[in-house]
């Protein structure tokens, strides 16, 4: 089993920064995919950043340019650095892991919430 633990989430005033952190511990697959996702009140799910096992990244056309994925794969933990926040990024985010080869394979984190608010 897979186990994703997140922090790192609060309240900010817009135009701040937060950092949050993924550690995954268990039996990681690899290769894998670990990514940060979204939810917002009334609305569904979204990708915000993913970067592979291999260092290939993307991003949602909204975060880009102010929000940056890294990964430590000796700590097996993943980070999005927010710059520059705005309200419409208040969401719960979720870490998320999945094997490269098998979508079905994945594990989600217990989300931490993000509020972007003055």
């Known amino acids: 089993q897979v186990q994703l633990v997140e922090s790192g989430g609060g309240l900010v005033q817009p135009g701040g920064s937060l950092r949050l952190s993924c550690a995954a511990s268990g039996n990681i697959f690899r290769p894998n995919i670990m990514g940060w996702y979204r939810q917002a009140p009334g609305k569904q799910r979204e990708l915000v950043a993913t970067?592979?096992?291999?260092?290939?990244?993307n991003y949602v056309d909204s975060v880009k340019g102010r929000f940056t994925i890294s990964s430590d794969n000796a700590k097996n933990t993943v980070y999005l650095q927010m710059n520059s926040l705005k309200p419409e990024d208040t969401a719960v985010y979720y870490c998320?892991?999945?094997?490269?080869?098998?979508?079905?394979?994945?594990?989600w984190g217990q989300g931490t919430q993000v509020t972007v608010s003055s």
């Open positions: 998320h892991i999945r094997n490269a080869w098998n979508t079905r394979i994945h594990v």
């Open positions: 970067i592979s096992s291999g260092g290939s990244i």
